[in-house]
């Protein structure tokens, strides 16, 4: 018997914030022969991100070496590391002007260190062409190679993410090359270290309950989690895994609640939320509710 198709609601219907593809954004990230998640996972907030000046940069290639089945960014043998990755990022922040910097990668499991290095000569490249400049990072696991996260912790991002992306039950289903555990340690080194602004997200809708989304958000508190993003899961492609709810804004809105009693500083959650949701607002509004600079 064939699975009935779950019909997409209302609430989910994205309206796109002018022609953001002939934008000064893509044209300089294309010129730049640069990446950006942007694009490559299909975020539905490229519009409004896009026509607001900002990008969340892709490095380390386009290519991933795992082969997650909720996302959109392509798998397989991945490049060579580029030498010029960094100075191109920097160069491309500057000419568009951008006050806060978000730095990804796809997953390299095929290099020793994950891509660390190329992350810290990210940070550092940034940094030195963009004074005033904010920069947030959102890392792979590393594999659980906590040296290779100590050597982006000591560039002293101004915010540090790495996503849990969804209840450990359903990771052997979603995340086959991922661990649970193992990105709850990623994260704890990082809070640990007290001095910057901690950061995970989840994806909700792939079958998990609510009891089981609450424990994730108590685990990453206790791992010293300060800010959140929840969003909804939307399947890239019919190659990927389905949804299996499609849940309601006010769902969220009780994670909201629920989350900030257990003590994060800043949380986003709702349908159409991603990790780099309003990050550079994000950011300032952390900084607004704990003193900092």
């Known amino acids: 018997m064939q699975e009935q198709k779950l019909v997409r609601p209302e609430w989910l219907t994205v309206r796109l914030a002018g022609d953001w593809m002939g934008g000064s954004v893509s044209q300089v990230i294309q010129q730049s022969n640069l990446q950006t998640v942007c694009l490559s996972a299909a975020c539905p907030n490229i519009g409004h991100c896009y026509q607001a000046g900002t990008a969340t940069f892709l490095i380390l290639g386009k290519v991933c070496s795992r082969d997650c089945w909720f996302c959109a960014v392509q798998s397989g043998v991945p490049a060579a590391v580029d030498p010029t990755e960094p100075y191109r990022v920097a160069m491309a922040a500057q000419q568009l002007c951008l006050q806060h910097v978000v730095i990804t990668s796809v997953t390299r499991d095929d290099l020793t260190d994950g891509g660390a290095r190329q992350f810290a000569a990210c940070i550092q490249a940034v940094r ?35 996503n849990i992306e969804t209840v450990p039950r359903i990771y052997p289903a979603v995340r086959p ?8 340690n990623v994260l704890k080194q990082a809070g640990q270290r007290g001095d910057l602004a901690v950061k995970s997200g989840l994806m909700v809708g792939l079958g998990e309950t609510g009891k089981e989304v609450i424990e994730v958000l108590a685990d990453l508190r206790a791992a010293g989690v300060s800010m959140l993003t929840i969003g909804q899961y939307l399947q890239p492609s019919k190659h990927h895994i389905a949804v299996a ?3 309601h804004p006010d769902k969220f809105a009780e994670y909201e609640q629920i989350a900030r009693q257990l003590g994060f500083k800043q949380v986003a959650s709702g349908p159409l939320v991603r990790s780099s949701y309003h990050a550079a607002e994000f950011l300032t509004a952390y900084h607004h509710h704990t003193g900092g600079a």
């Open 177 to 184: 090359g991922a661990d649970y555990l193992r990105s709850l």
């Open 245 to 247: 709810e499609y849940v």
């Open 128 to 162: 030195a062409a963009n004074a005033h400049l904010t920069v947030e990072v959102l890392i792979p696991d590393f594999q659980g190679n906590l040296a290779a996260v100590m050597r982006v912790l000591q560039e002293k991002p101004d915010v540090f993410n790495h």
